[in-house]
Antibody, heavy 118, light 112 residues
Framework: QEQLQESGPGLVKPSETLSLTCTVS????????WSWIRQPAGKGLEWIGR???????DYNPSLKSRVTMAVDTSKNQFSLKVRSVTAEDTAVYYC????????????WGQGTTVTVSS | NVMTQSPLSLPVTPGEPASISCRSS???????????LDWYVQKPGQSPQLLIYLGSTRASGVPDRFSGVGSGTDFTLKISRVEAEDVGVYYCMQPLHTPLYTFGQGTKLEIK
């Protein structure tokens, strides 16, 4: 059973860069899409972007100018960086897998809370 | 692309049916004949989990009391008999148009 685990700092200062890593266990990055989704407290889900295992990316236009995703197949990990963060970036961040186009986000991490505050 | 769900709050008596509507501002019918529409549930304190993909295909392990219907721009998630464990927030999501993976606002299902 494939599992995803997010990791990274829980507190980031305004204007700095938020960096998270998602580690995949029990499976491989290969041939799947890997997404980041976030959820501010008490609010809905916002897709941040996705990366294919070979490195192709798609980003939400609303965040595209500040976001970078990367994949490290040797470590079975993929990562997210969000630059120039503000309080509006405070949220629970989830990583998730799409098995293939149209097959849904079928495996999710437990989520990690990131707070942007000085 | 904008996804609009209704109702936003849904109180249901156990054993009764329930329906959640999701409308897309663009057609989700792919040229391959499939509708690119997913349904998720986020139970209290948990990560979201996939219920339905391609409009009507249940994900692995999802009880058959859950069904997805619809095509094009209008979709419905149906629960034939609500159980206490179904409490949570239900989201529809489209993975076809930019921005990819657009979610609806969520529908909170609660037990009466």
């Amino acid at each position: 059973q494939e599992q995803l685990q997010e990791s990274g700092p829980g507190l980031v200062k305004p204007s700095e860069t938020l960096s998270l890593t998602c580690t995949v266990s029990g499976g491989s990055l290969s041939f799947h899409y890997w997404s980041w989704i976030r959820q501010p407290a008490g609010k809905g889900l916002e897709w941040i972007g996705r990366i294919y295992y070979v490195g192709n990316t798609d980003y939400n236009p609303s965040l595209k100018s500040r976001v970078t995703m990367a994949v490290d197949t040797s470590k079975n990990q993929f990562s997210l960086k969000v630059r120039s963060v503000t309080a509006e970036d405070t949220a629970v961040y989830y990583c998730a897998r799409t098995y293939g186009e149209g097959y849904g986000l079928d495996v999710w991490g437990q989520g990690t809370t990131v707070t942007v505050s000085s | 692309n904008v996804m609009t769900q209704s109702p936003l709050s849904l109180p249901v008596t156990p054993g009764e049916p329930a329906s959640i509507s999701c409308r897309s501002s663009q057609s989700l019918l792919h040229s391959n004949g499939h509708n690119y529409l997913d349904w998720y549930v986020q139970k209290p304190g948990q990560s979201p989990q996939l219920l339905i993909y391609l409009g009507s295909t249940r994900a692995s392990g999802v009880p058959d009391r859950f069904s997805g219907v619809g095509s094009g721009t209008d979709f419905t998630l149906k629960i034939s008999r609500v159980e206490a464990e179904d409490v949570g927030v239900y989201y529809c999501m489209q993975p076809l148009h930019t921005p990819l993976y657009t979610f609806g606002q969520g529908t909170k299902l609660e037990i009466k």
